[in-house]
């Protein structure tokens, strides 16, 4: 539209044009037969007809001057229309964003690959931040936490081999290395930890959690689930070779 007005604008300029050439003519054919109509070789109709003839022209050219304006009035309010067009695009293309940001806030996407297990949420339920929803089960990084007691630690390693055996598995040990230790006892980080501050005290022996990483295969990852009961042996030569060195080294010294 912005371009047709551009033509429509050239197309007044020329009928101004034309009707400034048109009325500069008529204008010299009054002053020209002005002198002879007041000798008489013209007649005063002739020349009531020419002065007719050139307040047209005038007119003309007047209406076709404000036609021009109008003309040229019209680009701005084009323009005007598409920096509103350009703002409502804006908004719509925010619009659009935000859309896809409220689609893609109903998909919840878990940090691990795994198993879903404990599912409590359904289909079309409407669920709030910080609804327990279900538990993911990893299935590619298996690991177990054992419970030694703290009189077992004294020489284990991180990075020391260990069998396990899963009750659920008779028959068939599999492999795995020791990963992590926990910071501190079962005891200590339980929900309503013991206090001895009192006078009367029981040693108890404590439980320390051991990371251990499993190594097995895709069919045996399959047979393996949350709460099995396992038992765990942790080789610790290579820490008490170590040790029976440095006791070596230290009575030699």
């Known amino acids: 539209e912005l371009a047709q007005q551009q033509a429509s604008i050239g197309e007044?300029?020329?009928?101004?044009?034309?009707?400034?050439?048109?009325?500069?003519?008529?204008?010299?054919?009054?002053?020209?037969?002005?002198?002879?109509?007041?000798?008489?070789?013209?007649?005063?109709?002739?020349?009531?007809?020419?002065?007719?003839?050139?307040?047209?022209a005038s007119a003309t050219r007047a209406a076709d001057a404000a036609a021009l304006q109008?003309?040229?009035?019209?680009?701005?309010?084009?323009?005007?229309?598409?920096?509103?067009?350009?703002?409502?695009?804006?908004?719509?293309?925010?619009?659009a964003r935000q859309s896809q940001?409220?689609?893609?806030?109903?998909?919840?996407?878990?940090?691990?690959?795994?198993?879903?297990?404990?599912?409590?949420?359904r289909v079309g339920q409407y669920v709030q931040p910080g609804t327990r929803l279900m538990t993911i089960v990893p299935v590619q990084d298996v690991y177990l936490t054992a419970n030694?007691?703290?009189?077992?630690?004294?020489?284990?390693?991180?990075?020391?081999?260990?069998?396990?055996?899963?009750?659920a598995l008779s028959g068939e040990d599999l492999h795995g290395t020791v990963d992590s230790f926990s910071p501190g006892t079962g005891s200590q980080f339980a929900l309503l930890p013991a206090q001895n501050a009192t006078g009367n005290f029981t040693k108890i022996v404590q439980r320390?959690?051991?990371?251990?990483?499993?190594?097995?295969?895709?069919?045996?990852?399959?047979?393996?689930?949350?709460?099995?009961?396992?038992?765990?042996?942790?080789?610790?030569?290579?820490?008490r070779d170590t040790a029976e060195r440095i006791e070596r080294e230290n009575g030699r010294g």
């Open 70 to 95: 109008v003309a040229e009035r019209q680009v701005a309010n084009l323009q005007a229309q598409i920096v509103q067009s350009r703002a409502q695009l804006e908004a719509a293309l925010a619009s």
């Open 148 to 167: 030694f007691k703290e009189t077992q630690i004294g020489l284990m390693r991180v990075g020391q081999p260990a069998t396990i055996r899963v009750d």
């Open 12 to 56: 007044a300029r020329a009928q101004l044009d034309g009707a400034v050439s048109n009325e500069a003519h008529a204008a010299a054919q009054v002053k020209r037969y002005e002198p002879l109509a007041v000798t008489g070789a013209e007649t005063e109709e002739r020349v009531a007809d020419l002065r007719n003839t050139a307040r047209q």
């Open 208 to 239: 320390v959690p051991v990371k251990i990483r499993i190594t097995a295969g895709p069919e045996t990852r399959k047979v393996l689930l949350p709460g099995l009961s396992v038992n765990v042996d942790v080789d610790t030569r290579s820490a």
């Open 101 to 121: 940001l409220d689609a893609q806030d109903t998909v919840l996407r878990s940090t691990i690959a795994g198993r879903v297990g404990d599912r409590t949420v």
